[in-house]
């Protein structure tokens, strides 16, 4: 939440940084800092932080908490009700971190009351054109949504993911950490971190190494998922078997950093609901 000493009410905002034709309501909360562009739209029980600038053409629509430098462009739709014929106008929220940035024709809405009645985004995500988030999903920090990428309700997406253009991704799936899918991607079942994959229905094509090397893993640790995806994916074994053999190794494991990305790896398998993209 935006702290009080931050927030201006829409009477006293200078026309220098909201343009005269935008519609705010009066509810509205917005830092003094925030920038409104033509014709946009800002409903009653928005929450706008610092440094955040509003394009043209925008809608927002709360509950909805947007935290500080975020960059929302022309035609985004944010925090309206959401796509799911059960929702009845229960009160939800989308609540966004810091430094989004949030393309043309995005479209982000707000939860439902089956759940926690909460969509939550993270900081430093870049949502490209026409990409969209459904009710009720996470997103972590740092994720890229190439043009048109979608994720259905439910879904919970790590940090440093990347949706290829034009991926769907089923409702209730989870996608782990540093894992990335290629254009038009089918995405129904879960990818564990790491994990690359590709195709319609989508399969796993190994490990996304270009990204793993972006974020400073260190060769030894790059090897060592090298070795667990190969025991999960292309050894033969039961899943059972091939994450007994993996606890083993972790135990013998002395370095923090390989301890670490393979304990990321192995819980993103144990927590999967809907099964793995194998």
């Not at 562009?37 to 927002?60: A, F, K, Q, R, W």
């Amino acid at each position: 939440m935006i702290e009080e000493d931050t927030k201006t009410s829409s009477s006293n905002r200078q026309s220098t940084v909201i343009h005269p034709t935008a519609i705010i309501d009066p509810k509205a909360c917005l830092d003094s800092s925030v920038q409104v562009g033509p014709y946009s739209i800002i409903g009653p029980d928005v929450y706008i932080g610092p440094n955040c600038t509003i394009g043209p053409h925008v809608v927002l629509k709360g509950h909805l908490e947007l935290g500080s430098d975020n960059r929302v462009f022309q035609f985004a739709s944010v925090g309206e009700d959401c796509q799911d014929k059960k929702y009845k106008g229960e009160p939800t929220s989308l609540i966004i971190g810091d430094r989004n940035t949030i393309r043309e024709c995005a479209t982000l809405q707000r939860g439902t009351a089956q759940e926690q009645a909460i969509t939550r985004i993270g900081s430093g995500n870049l949502f490209m054109a026409y990409s969209h988030v459904g009710h009720d999903c996470v997103v972590g920090d740092e994720c890229v949504f190439a043009n048109s990428a979608t994720i259905a309700g439910h879904v919970k997406v790590g940090s440093n993911v990347i949706l290829g253009g034009f991926t769907g991704v089923h409702q209730f799936c989870q996608i782990g950490d540093l894992a990335m899918t290629g254009m038009c991607s089918a995405v129904n079942m879960d990818i564990p971190a790491y994990v690359r994959v590709q195709g319609n229905m989508a399969k796993a094509q190994g490990l996304n190494l270009e990204g793993m090397r972006r974020q400073g893993l260190d060769k030894a640790v790059i090897q060592l998922l090298q070795s667990a995806y190969k025991q999960v994916y292309r050894d033969n074994l039961k899943l059972d078997e091939a994450l007994q053999q993996l606890d083993q190794r972790y135990s013998s494991l002395t370095s923090p950093t390989q301890r670490l990305a393979l304990s990321v790896f192995l819980n993103s398998i144990r927590q999967s609901k809907r099964g793995l993209l194998r």
